[in-house]
């Protein structure tokens, strides 16, 4: 029963384009904080929304796009649709 109310709320998450902070990205992941600032450079990672002063949150679609294919994710191919 808990895993499905898990699916639920991440499903309802997705849905709604909700935010993931970076250590939450980082395990998603399992990219290094260095990592991700080297590929966000390089165009190979979504960048990061600002939420707030000095706080950021990546959007959980963008993340999840990265990671249904990694090697071939560019910023071009992939712009949010808010």
Aim: proline share 6%; charged share 30%.
């Amino acid at each position: 029963m808990a895993r499905l109310y898990e699916d639920a709320d991440a499903g309802l998450l997705l849905e709604l384009n909700a935010f993931m902070s970076e250590k939450a990205v980082m395990k998603a992941t399992s990219l290094s904080r260095t990592s991700l600032h080297r590929k966000r450079l390089a165009g190979e990672f979504p960048e990061p929304q600002p939420l707030s002063e000095g706080r950021v949150g990546y959007r959980i679609r963008d993340v999840q796009a990265w990671l249904e294919n990694p090697t071939s994710w560019s910023k071009r191919g992939n712009t949010p649709d808010i």
